[in-house]
């Protein structure tokens, strides 16, 4: 998997934006900025899926991130007052020396990883793989002479969508199944949790500890 | 004499180093990927040690679990292009993440929400109810 041409442009553009746009989420003072900041992030990482020939989960990326939960995010940040953070009354951040522990721990962390861990993985990995890989890249041009071009005339379509919707339907669809009770159980837990104490009390739900509570406010009141 | 060749040598060593990096940034490889991914990563966790407002922690989870989609895609593209084991599988494996972050996503509004109604904020050093 190596890119060349535009690709490898396109690869430093998005790359880099989906980093910007990382660093802004964390940096930001007010949580929508921070929420769209995030948005951009999503979209940069998805324009590299698409680059890594995954257009199917790019596109569930968008539609699902960007266009449900995000906008699930906007709401919220709507129904929460963090009035004191935005107008600088407050610090955003914990207090400094919690950060600094946190940084010098993420420093080593990356040190480790960005210098030492992928490089040498990578170069190990690809020696093991050396030959295989070129069977396999001959192998799969012949496959791919058949293949209509792109419309840029770069590239040839590729038939990865058709492949995960077989997949997800044949060998993941125990999963797939438990994902749909996940997303049920998700479902009625959000709204079980952000009901208010009027919608508890019209359902007949209300926790008896907060029922004895409030029979005992009442009878106090009506003793005095 | 000696000495300018051996300079020379370094010289040269240094110009093929430098090479082969303008190389790599002009093809980049399935390391690259993992190198934006793990930066993606760190990213999200800083945000999560580092923020007060829950809010802004639980965009930074889901810049952590998009830094796993990207390695897991990354990876299968490498494996469809060694041939070995079945290059599908990461792609399955990030729809199932996506799914998960989604149900993680409206569980943790929701307790936002709860919280908010009962305690009046959303700053985590302020939720200190089950603290020793």
Redesign the interface.
């Known amino acids: ?4 041409g535009w690709e ?1 442009v396109f ?2 553009i998005f ?1 880099i934006a ?2 910007l746009a ?2 802004l ?2 940096m ?1 003072r007010n ?1 929508v900025h ?2 769209l900041f ?1 948005i951009s ?2 979209v940069s ?1 998805a324009a ?2 698409i680059l ?3 257009e ?2 790019a596109g ?2 968008i539609l ?2 960007v266009g ?2 995000m906008v ?2 906007l709401f ?2 709507m ?4 009035g004191a ?1 935005e107008e600088g009354r ?6 400094p020396a ?2 600094t522990a ?2 010098v721990f ?1 420093a080593l ?2 040190g480790a ?2 210098i030492y861990a ?2 040498r993985g ?1 170069q190990a990995m690809q020696k093991r ?1 050396e030959a ?2 070129k ?3 001959a ?2 041009a012949a496959a791919e002479s058949n293949l209509a071009t792109a419309a840029t005339g770069v590239s040839r379509l590729t038939r ?1 969508t058709e ?2 919707g077989t ?2 339907y044949t060998y ?1 669809s125990l ?1 797939f199944e438990i ?1 749909s009770l ?2 049920l ?3 009625i ?6 009901r ?1 104490l009027k919608q508890e009390i019209a359902a007949d739900d209300v926790d008896p500890e907060v029922l004895s509570d409030m029979s005992a406010a009442s009878s106090k009141a009506d003793e005095s | 004499m000696n000495h300018l060749s051996t300079s020379l040598a370094l010289l040269f060593q240094e110009a093929s180093r430098a090479s082969t990096a303008i190389e790599s ?12 991914a ?3 990563f ?6 999560v ?5 829950l ?2 922690i ?3 989870i ?2 952590i679990l ?1 830094a796993a ?2 390695n897991f ?2 990876f ?3 494996l ?5 084991g ?1 290059p ?2 990461g ?2 494996f ?3 993440i ?10 943790g ?6 919280l ?2 009962n305690r009046e904020t ?2 985590v ?1 302020e939720i200190d109810l089950m603290k020793w």
């Open positions: 998997m190596i890119l060349s490898s690869f430093w790359s989906a980093i990382g660093l989420t964390v930001a949580a921070s929420a995030l992030s999503l990482v590299l899926f890594l020939g995954a199917f989960i569930v990326q699902v991130y449900g939960v699930l995010f919220v940040i129904l929460v007052n963090v953070e407050a610090p955003i951040f914990n207090r919690q950060v946190a940084l993420l962390l990356a990883l960005v992928i490089p990578y793989d295989a890989i069977q396999a890249n192998k799969r990865e492949r995960v997949s997800l993941a999963p994902a996940l997303l159980v998700a479902i837990g959000s709204v079980m949790l952000a208010t | 940034i002009k093809h980049p490889d399935l390391s690259k990927f993992l190198v934006i793990a930066i993606l760190i990213i999200g966790v800083a945000g040690l580092t923020r007060r407002n809010l802004v639980f965009m930074s889901e810049l998009n989609n990207l895609i990354a299968a593209r490498y469809q292009d060694t041939g070995r079945d599908i599988a792609q399955i990030t729809v199932f996506i799914v998960v972050a989604a149900a993680e996503a409206a569980i509004l929701g307790i936002v929400i709860a908010y109604r959303i700053w050093d």
